[in-house]
């Protein structure tokens, strides 16, 4: 058994005890909202990395990004904002604007879809571009069939006629 003399600390008075345990505390703590801020400067280093011209960092909570589909027929700028406790906790807010050949009914249905998206904890800002752009595919190729579909329509009429 270690000498009655190394426990001395647990008899400290009691605000010394508390500030002590106050400052234990701190500094248990600390270093995880240190890898919050460095996981959040990671992913927007690697997300800068990736999506290139269309990644604009504004500040250290605040980012531009240009979605658009292959052939840039669609397209959609998504401005996203971090809250204190992202990743930890979901607190990304998504706002579109700059929208290239999409309606409004088409924007209300991608931002339903990405409320679901931010729903999610931890980093995410690429799966959001990504579901983004699977979004703006999906429409391209839904619209691309129906003017084929109105084309072909067009077609068979103008054959009977």
């Known amino acids: 058994l270690p000498p009655l003399s190394s426990f001395s600390f647990l008899f400290l008075p009691f605000s010394l005890s508390f500030s002590l345990s106050f400052l234990f505390l701190v500094v248990l703590l600390f ?28 500040d250290d909570h605040h980012v531009s990004i240009r979605v658009q589909t292959d052939d840039e027929a669609r397209g959609v700028t998504l401005c996203l904002s971090f809250g204190p406790t992202y990743p930890s906790s979901p607190s990304l807010t998504v706002t579109l604007s700059d ?45 691309g069939e129906s003017a084929e579909e109105e084309s072909g329509e067009e077609g068979r009429g103008r054959r009977v006629r």
């Open 99 to 143: 929208p290239l050949s999409l309606s409004s009914t088409q924007l209300r249905s991608l931002s339903l879809n990405l409320e679901s998206e931010c729903k999610k904890e931890g980093e995410i800002v690429l799966e959001v571009v990504t579901a983004v752009r699977d979004w703006l595919d999906e429409v391209d190729g839904e619209d």
């Open 31 to 58: 270093p995880f909202y240190l890898i919050f801020i460095m996981s959040l400067e990671e992913e927007l280093l690697a997300c800068s990395a990736i999506l290139g011209d269309d990644f604009i960092k504004i």
